[in-house]
């Protein structure tokens, strides 16, 4: 059955640094997204994705975030300068079609970022 | 904005007793509904949404707008059943954007 694979599972950082989460969505799907999870919060919307561009982001997508569908199959999120407050779980989905139409959203495993 | 609440973190339960996890939103408009659900060392799945009426694994919920609840019930809990659960909404206006609930962890006791 194919699933959403995100990498790294888990990245330590110091503040200040630039990381780029990756994540491979289901190949036949069309919308992508990006959700995290502070520890013990709320798993929180970041940012949809359709047609190559964005769709949706919410306030917590600010400048310091990016995502890019650089080569057809991969999806990732960068965020430029972390901040202590960036971590958390960061879930990739996607789905085949928007929720509105009653779109499933499969989740990858997510990836545990660790900001020093 | 859209909220979703879930007021218990965690129940516990009895195998065989009858499951309740308690999801309230409050949207304005015409909201769609879901259960999202984590088992342990799993990945978050879709459990079943308001808009298919289908009971999944013997659960059921009924959207009650007058409430504006979403609640999940089973009649007789089993073990497995033991895992996170989200209720999660979607408001038509705003498009791909899922807000979640805190979640409820639930245990089912032998």
């Known amino acids: 059955e194919p699933e959403v694979t995100q990498t790294p599972s888990h990245q330590v950082t110091q503040m200040g640094q630039e990381v780029i989460l990756r994540c491979v969505p289901i190949?036949?799907?069309?919308?992508f997204y990006w959700y995290r999870q502070i520890l013990g919060q709320k798993v929180e919307f970041l940012v949809s994705?359709?047609?190559?561009?964005?769709?949706?982001k919410s306030e917590i997508f600010d400048d310091q975030f990016s995502v890019e569908r650089p080569d057809g199959s991969n999806f990732t999120l960068k965020i430029r300068s972390t901040k202590l407050e960036d971590s958390a779980m960061y879930f990739c989905?996607?789905?085949?079609?928007?929720?509105?139409?009653?779109?499933?959203?499969?989740f990858g495993e997510g990836s545990r970022l660790t900001v020093l | 904005a859209q909220r979703v609440t879930q007021p218990e973190k965690l129940l516990s339960v009895f195998k065989g007793a009858p499951v309740e996890l308690k999801c309230n939103y409050s949207?304005?408009?015409?909201?769609?509904l879901f259960w999202y659900v984590q088992y342990s060392r799993q990945r978050l799945q879709l459990l079943l949404r308001?808009?298919s009426r289908e009971s999944i694994k013997g659960f059921t919920a009924d959207l009650n707008k007058g409430e504006t609840s979403f609640h999940l019930k089973k009649p007789f809990a089993q073990e497995e059943d033991s895992a996170m659960y989200y209720c999660?909404?979607?408001?038509?206006?705003?498009?791909?954007?899922?807000?979640f609930g805190g979640g409820t962890r639930l245990m089912v006791k032998p």
């Open positions: 989905a996607s789905s085949m079609d928007s929720l509105s139409n009653t779109g499933e959203l499969f």
């Open positions: 190949s036949n799907h069309l919308y």
């Open positions: 994705f359709y047609n190559n561009e964005i769709s949706e």
């Open positions: 949207y304005s408009g015409s909201p769609e």
């Open positions: 308001h808009i």
């Open positions: 999660a909404l979607n408001s038509n206006n705003a498009g791909n954007m899922l807000t």
